[in-house]
């Protein structure tokens, strides 16, 4: 399928610094793409550049094919929901939301059975003749994703606009802005420096670090095979083993570590033997178990913190090797406390090489 | 005792301060009761009162005319300072504009020049180029003048606009002259509200700039200045206060709107 939005090594500096870094990006129709990473690494500055108020030092952006880089942000058929909304002040709801219907010259009626349509989707039918500063931050909000949808465009842009919201209210608004991706089927691209919202949201994650891609992919891919330690840290929390290559066989790495041999998926790397890697491990990939299990690997530790977390409990357990690793637990499957000895292990599958 | 002295200093200012007030508003209240006084002359004791100095005025043609001009005269200043200002206002609050601290300072220089220089420098000049003097010299002298406050006014509102609502417009499709028509302007009309009201009551009470610049058909103030030099009299007094009240009228009513709009 054509992707609906296309950057062709796309560069954008200000002056000594760039801001964006040769980005390729493709992105298909219909779908809720996240750009995170963060502050600073060059994600608005995309999004911009999509919109038309910024245009790339060099390269190409297309839309449904076509090159858009010399368009005006009014000749893009694209529409932005700025982080501090921008509602104009001194128009009602009902006419911020016709503002761009007005401009595509659409007749009043229309416009008023439209705007109506809109306000009705995010329960706002009685809030039409308000004046912005007569709303709350979340009905701010859902009038200002209503503006941008009203002029029906291929693609909508949002840049982090739940950033102004309570936590209560964001969570909300998540799963709000996830449905109403899904009702009206548009390609949504939204900025985030919120690992949680990006998870919670997206069907395509893009992970951006100093205004390159570092990866991009679904939400559970990235969170289970980080190709870098960058992901891996930034998505989630990970323990990262250091160790040299022994063998590779069926897509696992024996990895010498600090004495010991452990094993990890080589995560579509092509390790040789004798090569220095990384291993990324999740907290919640590790088992502790009081007694050493005699059907998988596992290695010996002694319990250094014990942090209750709620759902969950974290344990910093210390190795003989010397290094210390995070693992979370149930609490009620594991009573030990700290000073206890347990035996730690994992899947091979869970734990990943990384690329970088 | 003790509270009486502690409350000294702010029963003191707070004398001062009525004292004050009386010294502002006494001279203007006994010009307006004086426009009342039975006599051609004015002095102490008012004796009878009277209301006929008033029909003199609205009949007299003099008046009449003057006042229409002075007002023709602050409208059309009005307009061409409102444009001007706010046209310099945006030169100077963009990015991508050179010398605009330049700009800026020669616009403001009318605001701090004396008014005497400023007219005889106009004067000079207007000779220097051929044009006669009259209604446009004034209208030129009185724009250059209220320019600095209608800029400074309508740049400071622009200051607090936050940028992306000219984003959003254009993001919806609007040019950007319809954007400046559709959103800079209406979130400027409380500055412009106040720069035009100003322009209109600067003008009317001008002058000096007047006095070097016009012709033979003078102005309100020009005409009320002949009169006084014949010697005054209470229809002077009828005069002032039909101009002092309407000023007030329309400063107070403009105060009223541009809080309006603020909250
Ligand atoms: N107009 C600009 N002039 C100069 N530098 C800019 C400008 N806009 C953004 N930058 C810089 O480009 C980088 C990326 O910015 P941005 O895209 O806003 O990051 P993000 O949205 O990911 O936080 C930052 O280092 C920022 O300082
Ligand atoms: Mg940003």
Known sequence: MQPVVHFKNVNKSYGALTAVDDLDLAIAPGQFVTLLGPSGCGKSTTLRMLGGFDSPTTGEIYLEGKPISHLPPNKRNVNIVFQDYALFPHLTVGRNIAFGLELKGMGSAAIHRRVGELLALVSLEDHAERMPAQLSGGQRQRVALMRALAPDPNVLLLDEPLSALDAKLRQQMQIELKSIQKKTGKTFIFVTHDQEEALTMSDVIVVMNKGRIEQMGGPDELYARPRSRFVANFIGQSNFLEGTVASVSDGIAAVEWRGNLVRADVNGTSPIPGDHVTVALRPEAVFCLSRKPEDRPSLKARIDQRVFKGAHTSLTVMLDNGSALVAQIDPVALSHIEGDDVWVGWRDSDAVLLAK | ?263
Not at chain 2, 223 to 234: D, E, H, R, T, Y
């Open chain 2, 1 to 263: 005792m003790r509270t009486y002295f502690n409350d000294l200093p702010k029963t003191a200012l707070g004398a001062s301060y009525w004292i004050f007030a009386v010294y502002l508003v006494l001279p203007l209240a006994l010009m307006m009761a004086m426009s009342f006084k039975d006599a051609n002359f004015i002095a102490f004791p008012i004796g009878n009162w009277t209301l006929s100095w008033y029909g003199k005025v609205v009949q007299d043609k003099q008046f009449l005319e003057a006042s229409l001009y002075s007002i023709g005269i602050a409208l059309a200043t009005t307009v061409s300072a409102t444009i001007i200002g706010v046209w310099i206002a945006l030169l100077v609050s963009a990015e991508n504009i050179w010398g605009k601290a330049v700009i800026f300072a020669l616009a403001c220089l009318p605001a701090v020049v004396p008014g005497l220089i400023n007219a005889i420098s106009m004067r000079i000049f207007i000779r220097a180029v051929d044009i006669p003097t009259g209604t446009f010299a004034i209208i030129l002298a009185h724009t250059v003048h209220a320019v600095p406050f209608v800029v400074i006014m309508v740049l400071t509102r622009l200051r607090s606009m936050p940028a992306n609502l000219v984003d959003a417009a254009r993001d919806l499709g609007a040019d950007p002259f319809i954007a400046f028509l559709r959103v800079t302007i209406p979130y400027l009309m409380p500055a412009l509200f106040g720069g035009m009201i100003f322009c209109v009551l600067t003008s009317i009470d001008d002058f000096v700039r007047t006095f070097f610049l016009g012709g033979y058909q003078p102005t309100l103030p020009m005409l009320i200045f002949a009169k006084v030099q014949g010697g005054m009299s209470p229809e002077i007094n009828a005069m002032a206060t039909i101009v002092l009240v309407v000023t007030t009228a329309v400063g107070v009513y403009a105060e009223h709107i541009t809080r309006r709009s603020r909250s």
